[in-house]
């Protein structure tokens, strides 16, 4: 068990300020604050000097404005408050959180992006391959003069330097 205080003051566990020692659990606070900030931009606790901003943590005074998380689910606000429990006791463990349902939700809802980001990437890749072959223009003479034209519009239009055409 850790007993000097150190952190980031908006960031500090009430166990770190209490000076009673603390554990692994004060990195769950903190995640808590940096999650509520990811959510709305700017962080739980706030005021107009050190000591009554490590009062308010104390206290876990904390609130859910209006209207900066009104588009934020209840699943992602009841996130929030499993990690700024103030006893360290009550707050989740980074185990317990990995299984939050807000957050499995997030994490499929990332990997679905990832798949569909992927899969255009091969498509867009897929018709590239098709767009630069001579056969997928039909192969007719009148096809390549046009493809042929249009490369020598777009080499005049960058001013003949071969820098700009090599990066084409």
């Known amino acids: ?17 209490h000076m009673k020692g603390y554990d692994k ?10 999650v ?21 943590i104390k206290k876990g005074k904390y609130e859910f404005l209006k209207p900066y998380w009104d588009p ?3 699943e992602a606000k009841a996130f929030v408050r499993r990690m700024l429990k103030v006893d360290p006791k009550e707050r989740a463990s980074c185990a317990e959180l990995m299984q939050d349902v807000w957050l499995s939700k997030q994490a499929k809802a990332a990997e679905a ?8 990437a091969a498509a867009a890749e897929g018709l590239g391959e098709k767009l630069s072959t001579a056969k997928e223009m039909g192969g007719s003479q009148a096809n390549l003069r046009k ?4 490369f020598l519009a777009a080499f005049v239009a960058h001013g003949n330097d071969t820098e700009g055409a090599s990066s084409m």
């Open 1 to 17: 068990m850790m007993k000097t205080p150190c952190g980031t003051p908006g960031y500090i566990a009430p166990e770190v300020l």
């Open 36 to 56: 509520y900030i990811l959510l709305c931009g700017f962080p739980p606790f706030y005021a107009d000097n050190d000591a009554q901003l490590f009062e308010r």
């Open 25 to 34: 659990q004060c990195d769950v606070w903190s995640l808590g604050v940096i």
């Open 147 to 150: 493809l042929k034209g249009a």
């Open 72 to 74: 934020v689910s209840e």
């Open 113 to 120: 992006a990832a798949a569909a980001q992927a899969a255009q």
